[in-house]
């Protein structure tokens, strides 16, 4: 069993839509938990960090983290077709390990107009 | 600025012969990584360097595989006898020390091993 489970979609919503994107984990040391969007043929660039649990908004995306039921959320409101990308969950356990990041499998999020 | 740089962008090796990869890091970073992308997956680390501790090569599949870092700047990362499995997109990462989470991503260089 992998350590970060994502399901890789793909996922088409309708422009406008809320998106809902997730992950679970099984390793109890993770402490940072990050979302990266990755467009075709592109390096991965950070969305949201969180440390521990907790909710992170920013514009129109909210990150959740639920370390109690190893659950990770990302949120996109009004979604646009900018949006359209493939996104990745990633962890990390902090200290001499903080910057070993291990990623879910990346869900397909496709936005039309 | 400059974001990180990866040479070659593609390469085409046959199997068994050796390839290696480059990545320019951000000028500043102290923490530079690679990763593999396989076809369809996410990003399976391999090393991480961070200034002048030992790399962390927890991630290295084999013996095959092997990295270097120049000071805090240019990291090779060396292939040797490459198999078909090896076909993949290498990212190379680059970050501050003190925000290791916040990971700045280079292009990808995409071997092919024939």
């Known amino acids: 069993q992998k350590e970060v489970e994502q399901d890789p979609g793909p996922l088409s919503v309708p422009e406008g839509a809320i998106v809902s994107l997730n992950c679970t984990y099984s390793?109890?040391?993770?402490?940072?938990f990050m979302w990266y969007r990755q467009y075709s043929r592109k390096g991965p660039e950070l969305l949201m960090y969180?440390?521990?649990?907790g909710n992170k908004e920013d514009g129109r995306f909210t990150a959740q983290v639920d370390k109690s039921s190893k659950y990770i959320s990302l949120f996109i409101r009004d979604s646009q077709p900018s949006d359209s990308a493939t996104y990745l969950c990633?962890?990390?356990?902090?200290?001499?390990?903080?910057?070993?990041?291990?990623f879910g499998q990346g869900t397909i999020l496709t936005v039309h107009p | 600025g400059a974001g990180v740089s990866q040479s070659p962008s593609n390469k085409v090796t046959e199997k068994g012969k050796d390839v290696e990869l480059r990545c320019d890091p951000i000028?500043?970073?102290?923490?530079l990584y690679w990763y593999r992308q396989r076809l369809g997956q996410g990003l399976e680390f391999l090393i991480y360097?961070?200034?002048?501790?030992?790399?962390?090569k927890s991630g290295l599949p084999s013996d095959r595989f092997s990295a270097e870092r120049t000071g805090e700047s240019v990291s090779t990362l060396t292939i040797q006898r490459t198999q078909q499995e090896d076909s993949a997109v290498y990212l190379c990462?680059?970050?501050?020390?003190?925000?290791?989470?916040?990971?700045?991503f280079g292009p990808g260089t995409r071997l092919t091993v024939t």
């Open positions: 990462a680059s970050s501050f020390s003190g925000a290791r989470y916040e990971q700045y």
């Open positions: 390793n109890s040391a993770f402490q940072y």
């Open positions: 969180t440390y521990s649990s």
């Open positions: 990633a962890m990390s356990p902090g200290g001499t390990s903080y910057g070993k990041l291990t």
């Open positions: 000028s500043g970073h102290t923490a």
């Open positions: 360097f961070q200034g002048n501790s030992a790399p962390d």
